[in-house]
């Protein structure tokens, strides 16, 4: 099945240690997202995809980077994670034109900092 | 003022009744609207699209837009204890159409 995957499930780190998240997907949608999502709170947009096309949010922290080598792959860098940075962090697609269709989430990955 | 705003519930409502989900939006230019169901501990999961004024219905869900007050809702008919969750409310804008800006959710409990 097409689909949108994200590892690992559960990701703990040290305080300040650099850690990847990493998205993939078989559905061939040309944009691809990141969300943090925190306890009882919506879904923050730290940055997008369109194609090669990078779009950061302006609140987005620089310790967030992200890479896109390829159609099916993102990742996800916390250069320097902090206890704030501890949440849910959810990779999504849309198909070209983007939000007006909804997004695929892929299962998210829990980070820990400790 | 938040772009999308939810009360945060929890809304209880007996099995069997209707649970109905209120979400109003700041952005006179948004075009889609989104209803997503999240699961304690898991990704949200969309479950309504909506992009004119009124009413469509999928099942035992009808989603209601409304676009001069800037509303729109969600009606769950005939609750299961399996529907109790967080809803998410999600718009999308014309002027940024790439993105979807989402509430804070409304967590319901259906109750047996």
């Known amino acids: 099945d097409a689909m949108v995957i994200q590892n690992p499930r559960y990701q703990v780190t040290q305080f300040g240690k650099p850690v990847t998240l990493s998205c993939s997907q078989t559905l061939n949608h040309n944009v691809m997202y990141w969300y943090q999502q925190k306890s009882s709170q919506a879904p923050k947009l730290l940055f997008h995809y369109y194609d090669k096309d990078f779009n950061n949010e302006a609140d987005t922290p620089d310790n967030f980077q992200s890479r896109r080598p390829n159609t099916s792959f993102c990742f996800l860098d916390i250069r320097s994670p902090g206890l704030g940075d501890a949440a849910m962090y959810l990779c999504?697609?849309?198909?070209?034109?983007?939000?007006?269709?909804?997004?695929?989430f892929g299962s998210g990955t829990r980070l820990t900092v400790v | 003022q938040k772009e999308v705003e939810q009360n945060s519930g929890p809304l209880s409502v007996p099995e069997g009744a209707i649970a109905s989900l209120n979400c109003t939006y700041s952005d006179r230019g948004s075009q889609s609207f989104f209803w997503y169901r999240q699961y304690s501990g898991k990704s949200p999961e969309l479950i309504m699209f909506i992009y004119s004024n009124g009413d469509k219905e999928d099942g035992r869900f009808t989603a209601q837009l409304n676009k001069a007050s800037q509303y729109v809702s969600l009606l769950i008919r005939d609750s299961q204890p399996s529907d109790s969750a967080t809803y998410l409310c999600?718009?999308?804008?014309?002027?940024?159409?790439?993105?979807?800006?989402f509430g804070s959710g409304t967590r319901l409990s259906i109750r047996p």
């Open positions: 999504a697609t849309s198909r070209a034109g983007g939000g007006g269709y909804g997004y695929t």
């Open positions: 999600a718009v999308n804008r014309e002027s940024s159409a790439s993105k979807i800006i």
